[in-house]
């Protein structure tokens, strides 16, 4: 994120749309004492810019950090500290929790390591990457302004909302929850000619985020479940 001061020797300032438009994976997270360091990158207004001062080299910049993004972690213990620190972190980052090391894990992970070396080829050459990019690209790049809702669907997202809120999920998380929904509808745009969440958006959305994805509830005045997006390829 560093860019050189124009006629400054050594004078460093961060760029703050160096993250526009990107997700921003974060590895290993084993706990939460290090979250002030990655704040920055969670605020939730993307439109607003808020500093914090990090180190380079020997001195001290701003760090900020604008415009929409995904901020994804991942760690096989899940998120320690505190239990401030340990909220603020579920709140504002999308937690994927890696499943732990045994011994059918490693023998697939050596099978795929030996077929990568003597194939000689890596992950940047996989032609999934160019989909995933191409499909990512297509979703900032859509223009057209959601329609709203029908009250049906708007009920069921409601509700969603009130359930989850009496399991203790924050307002911060039911915005996680309603832009996967919201990315289900502008990938489905081309497809229906409009662009509006529908049912199959929210159902899919709400599987995407894990929140108590393990039952059904009763939404809109049904009792739904929610929809592995992958069921119908």
């Not at 607003?48 to 900020?64: I, Q």
């Not at 049912?199 to 739904?224: H, P």
């Amino acid at each position: 994120m560093r860019v050189a001061v124009p006629n400054e020797k050594k004078k460093w300032v961060t760029d703050p749309d160096h993250f526009k438009n990107h997700i921003i994976c974060i590895t290993e997270v084993a706990d939460a004492k290090q979250y002030t360091a990655l704040k920055a990158f969670a605020e939730l207004n993307e439109f607003s810019t808020y500093s914090h001062k990090k180190a380079s080299g020997n001195s001290s910049v701003d760090l900020s950090v604008r415009g929409p993004r995904g901020n994804w972690i991942s760690s096989v213990l899940g998120v320690g500290g505190n239990e401030s620190d340990m909220g603020q972190v579920n709140r504002r980052f999308i937690h994927a929790k890696m499943d732990e090391e045994n011994e059918a894990r490693r023998e697939a992970r050596v099978g795929i390591i030996t077929d990568t070396l003597l194939s000689q080829t890596s992950l940047k050459e996989d032609p999934r990457k160019l989909i995933c990019r191409a499909g990512y690209d297509l979703l900032f790049a859509a223009k057209g302004k959601f329609e709203r809702p029908t009250n049906e669907v708007g009920a069921v997202i409601s509700d969603l909302n009130v359930l989850l809120d009496r399991k203790d999920y924050s307002p911060s998380q039911f915005k996680q929850l309603y832009a996967l929904i919201e990315c289900g509808a502008a990938l489905r745009q081309y497809q229906r000619h409009y662009c509006k969440i529908e049912l199959q958006d929210v159902l899919e959305g709400w599987y995407l985020s894990g929140f108590e994805t393990d039952r059904e509830m009763l939404l809109g005045g049904k009792w739904l479940h929610p929809i592995d997006p992958m069921d119908g390829c």
